[in-house]
């Protein structure tokens, strides 16, 4: 589960899982090492959930803030990069879906307006074959991609 931690204006952070309303603050007592001001016990999707009264924080090998470790469960937290985050995800998710199901979506428009515009299709052999393969290699990608969201979860 993504974990997003801000920095306040007033010295805090606010703690908050992806999408979820409720949000832990805590303030600093040390050098990386921060006390909960304001949160406690949250429900989220029926669980109840508390970070804990400690945030701390821990150093990679390059020196910057790469884990956070709090009371819940002794559960430990990584900085991930960018795109390992959720939203570059589903975004990549509904790119590639959108990608595959183009020529669907095209040659569906495509037969509408020639029906709307009362012209017959002049096609040659060569473009049916190009498009046939186009479709196969489309459903074919898609197929894959149900897959591997099915096998990965």
Not at 74 to 81: D, G, R, S, T
């Amino acid at each position: 589960m993504n974990v997003s931690i801000a920095a306040n204006e007033d010295s805090t952070l606010s703690v908050s899982f992806f999408g979820a309303d409720p949000e832990w603050r805590y303030a600093p007592v040390g050098s990386l090492v921060f006390k909960q001001v304001q949160g406690g016990v949250h429900e989220i999707s029926g669980l109840e959930i508390d970070l804990g009264e400690t945030l701390v924080f821990r150093e990679d090998e390059t020196g910057e803030v790469g884990f956070a470790f709090v009371p819940l469960q002794n559960v430990a937290l990584e900085k991930v990069a960018w795109y390992e985050g959720g939203a570059a995800q589903i975004g990549s998710l509904g790119m590639f879906l959108l990608m595959f199901l183009s020529p669907f979506i095209v040659w569906s428009l495509g037969a509408l307006i020639r029906r709307i515009r009362k012209r017959a299709s002049t096609t040659n052999a060569g473009s049916k074959r190009a498009r046939r393969v186009a479709g196969i290699v489309s459903a074919l990608n898609f197929i894959f991609l149900i897959i591997l969201l099915l096998s990965v979860g």
